[in-house]
């Protein structure tokens, strides 16, 4: 079946432009999460929604970061204005249910690279 | 939130040793699961023990919880230079995922 995608795989950007990052969760799956990664870092959470409930933002870094979740399905990670310090891996992440085990299913990431 | 933390930082073994990664964390859980990463396969769920089993075992992998202690163990025997990878402990309760910087193990051949 088919798991989490994102997309693109790649993106290098200009500093100062706008980028946009979009997540396909598994079918059904009510919980969906972004995180980033920088090099030889661990993950950091960014924002996490759950069903119809207000999403949690409480990992975002600025206001330069939202995302957003259309018909509790696709995401976009929307990042404006990129710093050079923006570029990581972000990786969308999808659970079942929240709170039932919640074992997460990762897709393969988006990799930014802000110039 | 919270998070586990990894220890050792980074294990080094020969193919064909017992790999033993540790964790700790500090709040009540509901279940604590197991988390690898490798540049081939991504970030991918490995096991997942909850708070009132004290041990799980898959393949050659074998957890240990204990809560009164706060603590988590995973023993992967046999290694194998495919199982070089960053593994991540998730305590999880009724709250978002936090992952902390993992344990990189290097199996050599």
């Known amino acids: 079946g088919a798991g989490v995608s994102q997309s693109p795989s790649n993106k290098v950007t200009e500093k100062g432009k706008d980028v946009e990052l979009r997540c396909d969760p598994i079918?059904?799956?009510?919980?969906l999460y972004w995180y980033r990664q920088s090099l030889g870092q661990g993950l950091e959470f960014l924002i996490y929604?759950?069903?119809?409930?207000?999403?949690?933002k409480s990992g975002l870094p600025s206001d330069r970061f939202s995302a957003e979740r259309t018909g509790g399905s696709v995401s976009t990670l929307t990042i404006q204005r990129t710093q050079q310090e923006d570029s990581a891996v972000y990786l969308c992440?999808?659970?079942?249910?929240?709170?039932?085990?919640?074992?997460?299913?990762f897709g393969p990431g988006t990799r930014l690279t802000v110039l | 939130s919270q998070q586990g933390e990894e220890d050792p930082q980074a294990l080094s073994i020969q193919e064909g040793e017992n790999a033993t990664m540790n964790c700790s964390y500090k709040?009540?859980?509901?279940?604590l699961q197991w988390y690898r990463q490798n540049s081939g396969r991504g970030l991918v769920h490995l096991i997942l023990?909850?708070?009132?089993?004290r041990e799980k075992h898959s393949g050659r992998l074998r957890v240990t919880l204990d809560t009164s202690k706060k603590s988590s163990s995973l023993l992967i025997t046999a290694s194998r230079a495919a199982d070089t990878a960053s593994y991540f402990c998730?305590?999880?309760?009724?709250?978002?995922?936090?992952f902390g910087t993992g344990t990189r193990l290097l199996v050599s051949p």
């Open positions: 992440a999808s659970s079942l249910v929240q709170g039932a085990g919640n074992e997460q299913f």
């Open positions: 079918s059904g799956h009510t919980a």
């Open positions: 929604f759950q069903g119809n409930s207000a999403p949690d």
């Open positions: 709040t009540s859980i509901n279940n």
């Open positions: 023990i909850r708070s009132n089993e």
């Open positions: 998730v305590p999880s309760g009724f709250q978002k995922l936090v």
